[in-house]
């Protein structure tokens, strides 16, 4: 009995151990990538094939959609009762005139004590109802243009570890982000923009959820902490984002496009996931977890995110530290999700931690959806050369150079939008 109850204890201990270990050294290798085989988006729990876009709509769309809450990002929850906007600035000649500032908190519940978050929003001034690109940033909101009248978003990140951030290191910081949001060039092509500090909503730390929304609004969506995940607490901004352009006569909403880099490229791939409002969903090197397949062993694995990130995914989604090919998804599911709207996955070519070929390959195996819609997706395409785009409803490019999002992205971004909202 004893003996028995040390083995099981052995095995206990030692499957915790593998769980804990990475297996390998993280694969840059091509021709080391062992074989894998992606689950079928078109299989059905009964095992039939669909073949017609509305059992697609009916049944198995809503069944993909619950095999990533479950095992991978967590519930979505929706609007809580008393959410109410206030506009707390307005600038009509921002930008040289050329724009419209407006800074919008969302209160999540009656009266001005609710948590809340601030909403950073430029329109085109030449136009009566623009798109708006809509996503979150990283470093906050005075980081995203130098523009002086951003207010400064509530929580700072450290510059370096022993930085202790103050109001006056942030005004020095104004528009230090400026080269990731082109916000002149949107202005200019007609699109407005709207972004949100991704910290209001929950730091991202493993212990951010303590003082986060999943925890401040758990009573009031009526959601545990553990139901849902950062990256489903910061997709769930981006809807709220959403519900507020709804009310703004100066944004076209039926033409919102989500759009987001890296764990903000993840965040905004489950949120158009989940909230068919999005008409366009753009990822920008989001990577695994994100676009890249799971199963194609290369790059960053599952084991890395739940390792560096344990926040980022449900628990449920350790389960699957170095056994990817036992996930009952891999991500170009996620990108069917976005089907029948326009997508871009976007990669760059020195980011092999984000495995732009795995990036690819998802887009291109989310074309059966597609096909559904009698649309085609990237449409046999492989993958191409740097800095040249494939596809036409869904799209895809590798752009040369490091992990991030410039002015070539953002103005690929803008060909798609001006093709399929204009
Ligand atoms: C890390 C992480 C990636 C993530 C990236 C980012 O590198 O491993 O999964 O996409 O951070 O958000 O910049």
Same mark, same amino acid.
């Given at each position: 009995m004893k003996f028995v109850f040390l083995l099981l204890l052995a095995a206990i201990l030692n499957s915790a151990y593998v769980a804990a270990q990475r297996p390998v050294p993280t694969n840059y290798d091509e021709s080391k990538v062992p074989p894998y085989t992606l689950p079928d988006p &078109? &299989?059905?729990?009964? +095992?039939k094939k669909i073949t017609t876009a509305k059992e697609w709509e009916r049944k198995q769309r809503p069944y993909v959609l619950g095999l990533f809450t479950e095992h991978v990002y967590g519930k979505i929850p929706g609007r809580p009762k008393g959410m109410h906007f206030e506009l707390t600035d307005i600038d009509t000649t921002a930008l040289n005139g050329t724009a419209i500032r407006k800074q919008v908190t969302a209160y999540f519940g009656e009266g001005n004590d609710a948590p809340s978050m601030n909403i950073l929003l430029y329109l085109p001034r030449n136009s009566s109802k623009a798109p708006v690109f809509v996503g979150l940033n990283? @470093?906050? !909101?005075?980081? /995203? !243009?130098?523009? @002086? +009248?951003i207010f400064i978003s509530r929580h700072w990140k450290k510059e370096t570890p022993d930085d202790i951030p103050t109001l006056a290191s942030q005004e020095a910081l104004r528009? =230090? =982000?400026a080269s990731r949001w082109e916000i002149e060039e949107a202005i200019k092509r007609g699109y407005g923009i709207a972004t949100v500090h991704y910290e209001d909503i929950e730091v991202d730390d493993k212990d951010g959820w303590k003082q986060g929304f999943r925890t401040t609004l758990k009573d009031r969506l009526n959601i545990q902490p553990e139901s849902w995940s950062a990256i489903s607490a910061w997709a769930w901004g981006l809807s709220r984002i959403q519900d507020y352009l709804e009310t703004d006569p100066a944004a076209d909403a039926g033409k919102t496009i989500v759009l987001g880099h890296s764990r903000l490229g993840k965040t905004a791939l489950w949120a158009a996931a989940n909230d068919q409002r999005f008409a366009i969903a753009i990822s920008n090197n989001s990577g695994e977890g994100g676009a890249a397949l799971s199963r194609r062993l290369f790059g960053e694995r599952i084991w890395d995110l739940n390792n560096a990130f344990p926040h980022w995914f449900v628990a449920k989604y350790k389960t699957y530290n170095n056994k990817?090919?036992? &996930?009952? /998804?891999?991500q170009h599911m996620l990108l069917s999700l976005i089907a029948p709207r326009p997508l871009y996955v976007a990669s760059a070519s020195e980011d092999a931690w984000a495995d732009p070929k795995g990036e690819f390959l998802s887009a291109k195996n989310a074309e059966p959806v597609y096909r559904l819609y009698k649309l085609t997706g990237l449409n046999g395409e492989e993958m191409p050369t740097e800095n040249h785009p494939v596809g036409d409803r869904v799209r895809y490019h590798i752009r040369t150079g490091k992990h991030d999002i410039t002015l070539y992205d953002w103005n690929r971004y803008m060909d798609l939008a001006d093709k399929y909202l204009r």
């Open positions: &078109l &299989l059905a729990a009964n +095992g990283f @470093k906050g !909101n005075h980081r /995203v !243009n130098a523009d @002086k +009248g528009g =230090t =982000t990817e090919d036992q &996930l009952p /998804v891999d």
